[in-house]
């Protein structure tokens, strides 16, 4: 499709296993965001690419998450050693530029650490 | 830092009804502001925006002004129709932080009913 897409839409984990989190942005985008939406929350930055570049990884909760963009298009999301506390909704969002504020999101995968 | 602090929900209406959903903000200098609006089953979307005090945003009936003097960009509609109902986020980009990083709001839910 023409959006945002991102996989899997949903993830159940147990503490302690390692996920990943997909996302397809929108061809040609150069810019890339993850950000990470707890239950009643907003948003909140996680991490944002340019083409293949990660200039801010300064939203990552600890150095159990991860995520690269090898050739500047498809992104993935790693968080080693599930807690509890990364239960929550991992949004993609793609763009043109990156300063414009104007992000095309993707529906997000929820993930479940029980 | 930044924040944005919108109107605490649920916001439930009559079709027809006059809305408004207050946001203010937190930040130095003069950052941009917008509303992002996330319908049932869907990604957020960008709704509308502004990027100078005084500016009206205005998109599908929807608008808002960036007022500086009082720190607030809030979403008003003149008639709400039942497809309305969705989560509201207001956000802001800029003012002292990141041009491409977006603070939100907790995000107002809207139901309108027939």
């Known amino acids: 499709g023409a959006g945002v897409s991102q996989s899997p839409r949903y993830k159940v984990a147990k503490r302690g296993q390692d996920v990943a989190l997909r996302c397809d942005p929108i061809s040609g985008h150069v810019s890339l965001f993850w950000y990470q939406q707890a239950l009643g929350q907003g948003p909140e930055f996680l991490t944002y690419f340019q083409n293949e570049a990660q200039l801010d990884k300064s939203g990552l909760p600890s150095d159990r998450f991860f995520a690269e963009r090898p050739e500047g298009s498809v992104s993935t999301l790693k968080i080693q050693r599930t807690q509890q506390e990364d239960s929550a909704v991992y949004l993609c969002?793609?763009?043109?530029?990156?300063?414009?504020?104007?992000?095309?999101f993707g529906e997000g995968s929820r993930l479940t650490v029980l | 830092g930044n924040s944005v602090t919108q109107m605490e929900g649920p916001v439930t209406l009559s079709e027809e009804a006059f809305l408004t959903i207050n946001c203010t903000y937190t930040a130095t200098g003069y950052p941009s502001l917008f509303w992002y609006v996330q319908y049932p089953g869907e990604g957020l979307q960008l709704l509308l925006k502004?990027?100078?005090?005084?500016d009206k945003g205005s998109n599908k009936g929807f608008e808002a002004t960036y007022r500086k003097e009082t720190t607030s960009f809030h979403l008003e509609k003149g008639s709400v129709q039942v497809s309305d109902s969705a989560v509201y986020f207001c956000?802001?980009?800029?003012?002292?932080?990141?041009?491409?990083?977006?603070?939100f709001g907790k995000g107002t839910l809207l139901t309108v009913n027939p």
């Open positions: 956000a802001l980009s800029g003012g002292g932080g990141s041009n491409y990083k977006l603070t």
């Open positions: 969002a793609s763009s043109w530029r990156g300063d414009t504020g104007e992000l095309f």
């Open positions: 502004a990027t100078k005090a005084d």
